[in-house]
């Protein structure tokens, strides 16, 4: 965490201790939450205002979801395109937890020294899950997001690139066009090697 190291975690108060370790993680997920909104718009080309509206009507599987379709459908690198699907898998591995510890009451924990969570499950039978996380733990799961919001933020750049090269190999718009491909036949020259 930003500013926090393990040493200082530890030297807190462990009531405080577990109030920063479960803020700092809900913080981070922010993070991560608006990087793929970001992605969702890079994709869908759509800027400030209208992508606000589309990604703030969207839940966070939601968002993951129609990433990994626009992913599939528009980044033609097939490795790149697995990449990202991974990306987007992982970071619904981490809206699990996030839905867990953000909905769930939680204490200083009594085992170590991190957070001890009342996790229940009501699936098909109710059962509490033993759910204890310790500082490394909540540093480790901090790290991940980090990871794969900064991976997941690049989609941005790679579209551009990948909207250039398609630019350069589509013939002009105009009717008189030649037949060399986009800005000025680099497309065609590209396209024949």
């Known amino acids: 965490m930003i500013g926090l190291t393990k040493e200082a975690l530890l030297a807190m108060d462990p009531d405080v201790r577990a109030f920063t370790l479960v803020g700092g993680y809900l913080g981070y997920f922010a993070l991560l939450e608006a990087g793929i909104n970001n992605a969702v718009s890079d994709v869908l080309e759509i800027k400030g205002l209208r992508a606000a509206i589309v990604t703030r ?16 459908e528009f980044i033609h690198d097939r490795t790149e395109a697995k990449a990202f ?45 033993d759910m204890d ?10 790290d991940n997001i980090n990871e794969i919001d900064n991976a997941l933020r690049s989609i941005g750049s790679r579209m551009s690139i990948q ?29 024949n090697n």
């Open 57 to 72: 009507n969207m839940s966070f599987d939601d968002k993951l979801k129609t990433l990994r379709a626009l992913v599939a």
């Open 85 to 129: 699907d991974d990306l987007a898998k992982r970071a619904k591995r981490c809206g699990e937890s996030r839905n867990i510890i953000a909905h769930t009451p939680f204490r200083r924990s009594p085992q170590s020294d991190g957070v001890e969570f009342f996790a229940t499950s009501a699936n098909s039978t109710f059962k509490y899950i």
């Open 133 to 142: 996380w310790t500082v490394d733990e909540f540093l480790r799961q901090i």
């Open 163 to 191: 909207r250039i090269a398609e630019a350069l190999l589509r013939p002009t718009h105009l009717k008189s066009a030649s037949p060399m491909g986009g800005l000025f036949g680099l497309g065609a020259a590209a396209e």
